[in-house]
């Protein structure tokens, strides 16, 4: 009986601290979401601090050139993602053209199989013309808000960033002198470990993102698909969101095939490479390259997806696998906490 009633009570707390740590994350969502982006590019850019201090800058001027070379890749990105977008704004009118196409022939399927004409199907629309123009110009405005907000966010990470990057050796005396474990050297073994996942993690992630960037742009290419780059950075950039993410991205060549191609043989066609794809990502790019170091099982993967975009939205969806392979490392540490480091990891 005393054992039950210490099981119990063991297990009320577990279930008070989760909710209390979920609440605070909820809560604290605006302080916390930069704080974690910034904390993931430090360990990102931390080896590239080290080198040039190294070589003889100052620890300020070398963390102030690493996020330089992190700003001038994300802009070339951008240029990129400009340039093809401008690309796609010259075809807007033969695009019209297409989907007045394919609205009419849709029309005229729905006139056919149900009692609908066409003449009444335009009328709806004309009716429901003012509601959708009300609904583009608040999309309009949201976006513009979202935008401001987020240079702020961007100003906000960066500034993080270069101060985590100055400050990474007194964070981390900062831990050690905590005594979590029974000496310096298991402390300092620890971090070490965990800024290896984060960084190996984030690492792996842009070099799978890159080369799936050129197998799609290729793929799409081979296929016939006009804007190929364009659709092939969007669809890799969202590999970003594991499993969830992939699936979003080819929603947007899948659809641009359905616009502006007449056979349906190339939607399809755009669906079975991208089921290769994924295969070969699954099965040699991502264990390879990221050499399996979020040691997430697939379950809990997802079940952690869901969790951060339940707490922090898009950001917490991309942010929590790293954030629970981190809290792995440290489960699989402390005796106490390894069945749960068990239940989150792979059978070794």
């Not at 110009?137 to 906000?156: A, D, G, H, M, R």
């Not at 698909?225 to 590999?239: C, D, G, K, P, Y």
């Not at 040699?284 to 922090?312: C, D, E, H, Q």
């Not at 950001?315 to 749960?340: H, N, R, S, T």
Request: hydrophobic share 55%; glycine share 6%.
């Amino acid at each position: 009986m005393n054992t039950e009633r210490i099981n119990i009570g063991r297990l009320n707390k577990i279930l008070i601290a989760i909710s209390l740590v979920s609440l605070l994350m909820f809560l604290g969502k605006l302080f916390l979401v930069p704080v974690a982006i910034a904390a993931f590019f430090a360990m990102l850019l931390f080896p590239i601090t080290l080198t040039l201090h190294r070589r003889g800058l100052s620890q300020s001027f070398a963390a102030l050139c690493a996020i330089g070379m992190l700003l001038i890749t994300l802009g070339f990105l951008g240029v990129i993602i400009n340039y093809q977008i401008s690309a796609l704004q010259e075809d807007l009118p033969e695009l019209e053209v297409k989907l007045e196409e394919k609205t009419h022939r849709l029309q005229w399927l729905l006139s056919q199989t149900t009692d609908i004409t066409t003449k009444e199907q335009d009328n709806i629309i004309e009716e429901k013309k003012p509601d959708i123009v009300k609904a583009m110009y608040k999309v309009l405005k949201n976006v513009t808000v979202q935008s401001l907000f987020l240079l702020l966010q961007t100003f906000i990470v960066l500034t993080y960033t270069f101060f985590f990057l100055i400050y990474q050796h007194k964070i981390q005396t900062f831990f050690v002198r905590l005594k979590l474990f029974n000496n310096q050297k298991e402390s300092k073994i620890l971090l070490a470990r965990i800024s290896r996942v984060a960084h190996d993690y984030l690492k792996g992630t842009i070099m799978v993102i890159s080369l799936l960037g050129i197998i799609y742009a290729l793929g799409f290419w081979a296929i016939g698909l006009e804007h190929a780059l364009l659709f092939a950075v969007i669809t890799a950039l969202l590999r970003v969101v594991p499993y969830f993410g992939s699936f979003l991205g080819i929603a947007f060549p899948i659809a641009f095939a359905i616009l502006t191609k007449d056979s349906f043989w190339y939607p399809v066609i755009v669906v079975l490479f991208f089921m290769v794809t994924q295969l070969l990502e699954a099965n040699f790019l991502t264990p390879y390259i990221t050499g399996s170091r979020v040691k997430l099982n697939p379950l809990a993967t997802i079940m952690i997806i869901l969790l951060g975009n339940l707490l922090w939205g898009v950001p917490g969806m991309i942010l929590f696998v790293p954030l629970f392979g981190i809290l792995k490392v440290i489960f699989d540490e402390i005796p106490a906490l390894q069945p749960y480091g068990y239940i989150l990891g792979k059978e070794e």
